[in-house]
């Protein structure tokens, strides 16, 4: 497990954050990623920020959910900042402006799924995140911030004819909501369940969002390169293993996802993983361990996934990083952006 | 000396490169940075993407001059991948695509000099850049790569009334052929020398370019918010540290060069750091101890600095990672480059 992240004075292991956004998101019911979808609009972009500043800098909020949950980039950050592993962020559609650093690989924000094309950028976006993954000189763990993003991630597993079932950020998922909304726009698509298996590109245009074509480029590209790539979520990586799957790479390709994923009983996880032959990675943060207000919303089902938390927390556990160090510097992370409230 | 760059967990210094261009690199003879035109308008794409991820991944070119000469990110990046520290590139006006992520500030490329409104996105860039430098929390190196941006040093220079000569990339510095072109570019904008004293906005739109603007806005925010600045550069950040205090800052800023720039004899580096009030820092990589190609090239008086190459070499002294140390990186890094070639 002592598995050093550099090896030499290279970094092994790029952390990749694909941050867009889709107008699925202001369906009423379907996310807790903010606590408004005026204020859900600026969390990928403040994300990025927290990702690589450790806090917003131009976004005008600190993403919390109407319950009082941290964003999971707070989690992420607290790891990256005791483990120093290059990040890189991709503008995969961001809806408002960020101060972070971004790559641009061509990709608008998504419309509501059930539009007829609400993706109409994801071939381009694909073609260019699968030539980044190629050139990047590092293993990739490619993360992802997008309000809304599992009722496209289901959107996206009927198109291909996949799975039926995806987390959620909320507690109680809201699964028969999100299959309504994916059967919506299926027929406006004017698409069967499984129409577009084998022609992922067409799948994320017409039933996802761009940062599902923006990951699953990047991994294509970088599986064509030879690299080890990790998808570091929870459905939506899923969704995008499947893409990749679709796309005809068969390359070995992990997950890496957090024990709240994993606990919750409305996906099964590890089916879903073996089918689509994932190595599955799970970690557990040990939140029950604190009762500090920025873990315990996670003990509660809430959030569960996103930035890559999970891929985060497994790149701790393979640095030999104890999961009490990084709930500290949660709690140091947490108390910077909301101490003061 | 033994000062770390980080205080428990956190970077205190951030590495800021605004990369952008200007028509002015076009007229002939004035830049050294690239070995053609066509390659040249890819040397800031490159440069940040080296910086970055150490190679180019998108940029077509590693930036090399006629004679051999490396670009100075080769230097910038030798010392990162020995320090970690954190690095953002803001896009200042790039005229080709990077897959490095960059921070838009609405900068466009420069026009030539010589026409009447070089700079028209300047007052944007400005205030973007200030805004960013305000709400960064760590202190601040600030950097710059833009082929001919000593040129429009000078013309900053002249459209403020201070200084008549800058430094060059050159072994011999075409500085008559400099100032004939700010003599143009001052008739075409209707000023005389001087004219816009106390307007550093004014003087950069007019007689500048984009990396400038972003770098004299970067540095104006932070000060502001009582951070600690290092202009990380030559001639360039000598203008730009004119516009900072035409601007009405007057608190601490410092300037790190090289012992390249310092050896130029068409300048007094440390007289205009003085009449600045600039702490001025020489760093000598002492690459008078090597035969490498990567390095030769620098004693005989080409590139000089670029890409915060003094800056970063000033880094190390201060983290105390010895110039022996970082010769051996660029070593490699060059390798890593230009090895197969």
């Keep these: 497990m002592a598995q050093e992240l550099r090896s030499g004075d290279h970094a092994d292991v790029r952390f990749v954050l694909a941050a ?30 927290i990702l690589e500043y450790g806090r917003p800098v131009r976004a005008p909020v600190v993403p919390v959910s109407p319950s009082g949950c941290p964003t999971p980039a707070v989690v992420t950050r607290a790891v990256r900042e ?50 980044l993954g190629r050139s990047l000189p590092e293993d990739l763990f490619v993360a992802e911030t997008i309000p809304g ?14 799975g039926d079932a995806v987390s959620s950020s ?7 909501r999100k299959r309504d909304v994916v059967a919506g726009g299926l027929e406006a698509s004017d698409l069967s369940r499984g129409d577009a298996a084998g022609d992922p590109v067409e799948a994320v245009r017409r039933m996802g969002d761009p940062v599902l074509a923006t990951v699953a480029g990047l991994a294509v590209g970088a599986l064509d390169d030879g690299r080890d790539v990790t998808l570091a979520g929870g459905s939506q990586m899923l969704a995008a293993a499947a893409l990749v799957r679709h796309a005809g790479a068969d390359g070995p390709l992990g997950i890496a996802t957090t024990s709240f994923v994993a606990a919750d009983e409305s996906v099964d996880v590890r089916a879903q993983a073996a089918a689509l032959d994932l190595d599955l990675t799970v970690t557990d943060p040990r939140f029950d361990r604190t009762d500090h207000v ?48």
Tied chains: 1, 2.
């Excluded at 107008?23 to 969390?43: K, L, N, Q, R």
């Excluded at 790559?103 to 799924?113: E, M």
């Excluded at 007829?116 to 995140?129: G, N």
């Excluded at 938390?309 to 992370?333: E, I, P, Y």
């Design 170 to 176: 909320l507690p109680a998922n809201p699964l028969s």
């Design 82 to 131: 005791r483990l120093d592993f290059p990040a890189t962020v991709v503008d995969a559609g961001l809806a408002a402006d960020t101060a972070a650093p971004t790559v641009n690989v061509g990709a608008s924000p998504g419309d509501d799924v059930r539009a007829a094309d609400p993706v109409p950028t994801a071939p381009t976006a694909f073609e260019a995140a699968r030539e």
């Design 20 to 49: 867009g956004s889709t107008d699925t998101a202001s369906i009423d019911g379907i996310s807790a990623a903010g606590a408004s979808p005026d204020v859900m609009a600026h969390t990928p972009s403040a994300d990025a920020e």
């Design 149 to 162: 993003g599992t009722t496209t991630a289901l959107g996206v597993f009927a198109a291909l004819g996949e």
């Design 294 to 341: 920025a873990m315990q919303r996670y003990e509660a089902g809430e959030a569960k996934e996103g930035v890559g938390m999970g891929g985060a927390l497994a790149l701790a556990d393979r640095a030999d990083l104890s999961m009490t160090a990084v709930r500290a510097q949660v709690v140091d992370v947490y108390d910077r952006l909301l101490g003061e409230e």
